[in-house]
């Protein structure tokens, strides 16, 4: 497999890095999942994917899987009729992800978390901390950025491709 | 434990001078509450030639480290680095003051102010009179410092709680340091002593009368910059020459005089230089772009050195005369000269200015319309700039619109951009990224002319008087400080934003550093700027700057003033009481949206042990720990109720102490929950619940989830949304508490039952 760069060069944290990954993998990666638990951060809210907002497209299409907002993100879900599992700041969701007890809707521990839409050096760092330190957790990066402190990460693409990758995820994982 | 030589005078409690084990226990009850939280920046170990050893996933170096305490060491190392550059700072200041006033120089703070040093009174347990009192507590950080940073060294610390702990003592000595330097600073030189209506400064780059030669001092000791101005004074000559200063001895040196200019935060560091606007660069310490030699080199401005910390390879000419430093500068002899001498520097650099300005004419690096274009023109869209900024700025789209004509994604960049130049490191075409940027914001450069209020220094034990009950009991929501560097995620003007909220609703909001001069650069729709819109005063609406990041300490030291003024707690080496007061009764909480440097970790570090909670920007996650609680987390939210004994949960008040927010929005709704304490009156909860519930509901859509663990009892309820929070206690199921005399601390326990 080819090697992919992190999307800021200098970001290279060592032997373990993520996967790159296409929309289909991470199809069923997510529908092999038991708990998986979708994170939509603060770009949703600016990130257009066509001419439609990533916000919309997830109120529209994120499906069953447990959602959870963070930053400010709530209202928008909100506004757009979704009410999400759990709304709290990505460090908050991040500690607690590396509690093995805990989970966003109360019904069990995760077993992946998807993270979208949170800036990419903050992102980075919350996947550096679940990376260590819960080693029961797989985690995605849907941005279209290369995140090497994720499990798997879509690798750096454009926008076009990117918005064609997305989508693959957002429609498919609603038909779990 | 060290004697102290001071005579009494108040008596002396439990830790003067404390050394690395004696408020451990204190450190952890904290994190026994606000657990350590890593995110590495790094995998790997690579301090010692064992190594690089991989950490990943629970394996252990070959010294036998894991990652937690590796991340505890390197935060260990980070506030030692922090502590040590403000120690040595505070002894420069303290040995050059002495050197011209003597030991015997009284501590001067003013008529309104008793209690002149609240931290070194809590930390070492003295009352300074004199500058030579002060050189006592440098002995100790000094000491201090060197224990912390030998226990970074390999098979020395192996617990990253211990790590940490140590990483908060760091904090503490950083802090001590800090209230030093700019005592000895205020009190030799004449800075405002707490004065609410210090005068009003110039900021800005637009704000250089680029007719006249001008100096910008860069860096944070001011005594170069101090020697410019008494040069000039002597030769009354203030008016031919532009003083300008940039990051924080700007903020001194508009201490020092009026008539001085601030340019800006450091993020403006190469932007001015390359603008070719000053004459003469003059460096001190602290902050200061590594390659200024070389940038000031291209547009022709000599560079003088004056510090022991930063001596770019320059021959140190301190001991010739000065019209042979300046000659040689003036022909381009050298590029630069090493002063140790700051009253030597003061006459080079004035006639340095006067003689090059006329022979430089302002000469730029900025293109002109022309050379903007074509160099534009080369860029390819690779990306590789962006994808080498550190906030992932898209500096590629709006190199590359340029072809295009379209110059508006480049200007936009102007007021984002932290001026790394990390772009033009990556940059394969060789563009000068960060002119370009400069050149399309030409215009909107020289309409920058804002105004700052010139750092005060102290808080006025009146003004803790008035506000140290509202503050207490909560009727004042709260303290919020902006503090820190100019590493901002979207541009310091989040900054402004944030900090006009809080002063709508009556916080106080006070500041410092680059994000006091953040503060100054946006305007109201009347024109105003904040510090010309709100008074100066630390009360409820009111916004002080208190100076540079030396200058932090007032605001640390107003917290522990309310404890002692207020309060009547005893201060002398008190320190776990007073903490434990602050943590538990003191809404005030820091705000570091742009976090960078060391010296601000372990800023906000001492604020942590004093009970303060600190919010950073999400570029503060970079720093690889925060001090999270857990609300869910009954238990850890549990104290004594001083009164009884009994153990009381308080809600989670505050929840965190070391918090990263993603947005300005969520920081917003984070700084009004975070001054939420337990010993708030029900009317005071009432107030802060209104602002946490309002603020929430803005930015979040709805009330918080969380709103009933804040509720104590009905009374806590605000009556504005009495419906709305009626209706979530009684789908919670909540049950009123009691309101206890809250402490972490079994000493403070009156009686028990």
Known sequence: MAVVTPWQLGNIPGPKRAMPLKGEIAVKLIQAAKRPLLAIG??????????????????????????????????????????????????????????????????????????????????????????????????????????????????????????????????????? | MLETKEKPWEALGPTPKPSIRELRSW???????????????????????????????????????????????QGLLFATMGASAHAAHARHLLENAIARFGRKLPIQAGTQVEVEAPITRLVVGIKPKTLGDLEEVVDYIEEQITHLLSAVNIGQEGSYLDFESKTLHAGMIDNLAMEVADLAQISAYGFPKGDPEAPLIELGAGVIDISKPVTLSIGHNVLPSIGIVDYLRKKGMIDAVEVAGLCCTGHDISRYTDRAKIIGP?????????????????????????????EAQAVKSPVIATGDKICYGLPDMTEAPAEVI??????????????????????????????????????KVIPDAEAFKSLAEKCTNCGQCRRNCPIDLPVDDAVYAVRNGNTEKLEALHELCLGCIRCESECPQDIPILSLIEKAAERKIKLEKFKIRAGRGFILDTEIREVGSPIVLGKIPGVIGFVGCSNYPRGGIEVAEMAEEYLRRRYIVTSSGCA????????????????????????????????????????????????????RRPLRANYEEIADYILNRVGAVAIVWGAMSQKAWAIATGANRLGIPVI???????????????????????????????????????????????????????????????????????????????????????????????????????????????????????????????????????ARK
């Open chain 2, 616 to 750: 950073y920007g999400p570029q503060g996650t970079k720093y690889r720990r925060l001090y999270l609680g857990r609300k869910e987390m009954r238990e850890k939210y549990m104290v004594y109720d001083a009164r009884t004994g009994d153990r009381v949960y308080i809600g989670p008040a505050p929840e965190h102490l070391a918090y990263a927010a993603e947005s300005k929005e969520e920081a917003l709704v984070w700084g009004a929950k975070l001054c939420i304490k337990p010993n708030d009156t029900t009317y005071g909860r009432q107030i802060k619940l209104t602002h946490y519930c309002e603020l929430h509901k803005r930015y979040f859509g709805r009330l918080p989830d969380d709103v009933h663990l804040l509720v104590r009892t009905k009374a806590d309820v605000p009556i504005t949304l009495k419906g709305e929070i009626s209706a979530i206690l009684e789908e919670k199921k909540w049950q009123p508490t009691t309101i206890p005399d809250p402490t972490l601390l079994e000493r403070m326990i009156r």
């Open chain 2, 27 to 73: 450190d952890f009850r904290l994190l026994d509450r606000y657990q350590p939280f890593y995110s590495p920046f790094c995998d790997l170990c690579c301090f010692c030639t064992f190594g690089k050893c991989d950490l990943t996933r629970g394996k252990r170096g070959a010294c036998g480290i894991d990652i937690r305490a590796q991340q505890g060491r």
């Open chain 2, 326 to 363: 300046t000659q040689s500068l003036v022909t381009g002899k050298h590029q630069g000269a090493l002063i140790f001498d700051p009253s030597k520097v003061g006459e080079v650099a004035v006639q340095t200015a006067l003689l090059i300005a006329p022979m430089r004419k302002k000469y």
């Open chain 1, 42 to 176: 603060s770009l949703a809210l600016e990130t257009k994917v066509g001419n439609e907002l990533l916000i919309d497209l997830v109120a529209k299409l994120g499906g069953d899987i447990p959602l959870v907002t963070t930053a400010h993100v709530l209202k928008a879900m909100l506004e757009r009729g979704l009410n999400p599992a759990a709304f709290m700041g990505v460090v908050d969701l991040t500690n607690r992800l590396t509690d093995q007890s805990w989970s966003a809707d109360g019904k069990g521990p995760h077993d992946l978390v998807i993270f979208l839409g949170i800036p990419y050096p903050l992102q980075s760092q919350m996947l550096s901390t679940l990376k260590h330190f819960a080693t029961n957790l797989r985690t995605i990066s849907l941005d279209r950025f290369f995140q090497p402190n994720a499990d798997w990460s879509f690798p750096n693409l454009g926008e076009e491709e990117w918005g064609k990758e997305i989508l693959k995820v957002l429609e498919n994982s609603a038909k779990k």
């Open chain 2, 516 to 567: 006091a001069m953040n503060l100054a650069r946006y305007k109201n729709d009347e024109g105003m700027t904040l510090y010309e819109a709100y008074p100066g005063i630390f009360d409820a609406s009111g916004l002080t700057n208190t100076g540079s990041c030396i200058s932090n300490a007032h605001i640390i030291g107003a917290a522990i003033k309310i404890a002692n003024i207020f309060a």
């Open chain 2, 266 to 294: 450091m993020s403006d560091q190469l932007k001015f230089i390359r603008s070719g606007v000053a004459d003469v660069v003059i460096v001190d310490e602290q902050c200061i772009r590594t390659n200024v030699l070389a």
